[in-house]
């Protein structure tokens, strides 16, 4: 069964650093989301993007966040300059419509 | 402010019972409905999906959706000790460029053999 794949599993890195996270979404889908969860707290929306553009982001989606499809089958999340708030699970899921998502297994982020 | 509650939990039921899990939320155009089930450390897998009125089954799952008292609720029939996890309720909220998932903070479910 096709499923999301995501990369790294874990990621630590310094503050003020910029870190890349990858995600794979399954091969027909067309939206594709980012999501994180700080630890024990609840799933929140970052962003989607359809049509090679973001379609909706949060307010916690700032200028430090950005998103890229830079080929046919990778989705990326950057942030330029992470803070130690910025330590989290950070989710990718995608949809075939504006309808159901299916969640990869995340990368965590840890920001020393 | 779009807001997903739901009872922290935990709930506790012993092996063989019927687990309620319920979820309110706040936004009246909401469009869609999930169910998802976490696992301590693993990312949200999907359970079910609701979208009209009354109940929806699916094996020893049953949603449930009330639009008008803006309800949503999760019936875990035979609950199994592998059953306990997480339980987050996610609410589609739909505008013309896209979705977005509102979840709940969830509830803990705990099936005792």
């Known amino acids: 069964e096709p499923e999301v794949t995501q990369t790294p599993s874990h990621q630590v890195t310094q503050m003020g650093q910029e870190v890349i996270l990858r995600c794979v979404p399954i091969?027909?889908?067309?939206?594709f989301y980012w999501y994180r969860q700080i630890l024990g707290q609840k799933v929140e929306f970052l962003v989607s993007f359809y049509n090679n553009e973001i379609s909706e982001k949060s307010e916690i989606f700032d200028d430090q966040f950005s998103v890229e499809r830079p080929d046919g089958s990778n989705f990326t999340l950057k942030i330029r300059s992470t803070k130690l708030e910025d330590s989290a699970m950070y989710f990718c899921a995608s949809s075939v419509s504006t309808d159901t998502q299916y969640f990869g297994p995340g990368t965590r982020l840890t920001v020393l | 402010q779009k807001e997903v509650e739901q009872n922290s939990g935990p709930l506790s039921v012993p092996e063989g019972a019927i687990a309620s899990l319920n979820c309110t939320y706040s936004?009246?155009?909401?469009?869609?409905f999930f169910w998802y089930r976490q696992y301590s450390g693993k990312s949200p897998e999907l359970i079910m999906s609701i979208y009209s009125n009354g109940d929806k089954e699916d094996g020893r799952f049953t949603a449930q959706l009330n639009k008008a008292s803006q309800y949503v609720s999760l019936l875990i029939r035979d609950s199994q000790p592998s059953d306990s996890a997480t339980y987050l309720c996610?609410?589609?909220?739909?505008?013309?460029?896209?979705?977005?998932?509102?979840f709940g903070k969830g509830t803990t479910l705990s099936v005792s053999s």
């Open positions: 091969s027909n889908h067309l939206y």
């Open positions: 996610a609410v589609n909220i739909l505008n013309q460029a896209g979705t977005a998932l509102i």
């Open positions: 936004d009246r155009v909401s469009q869609s």
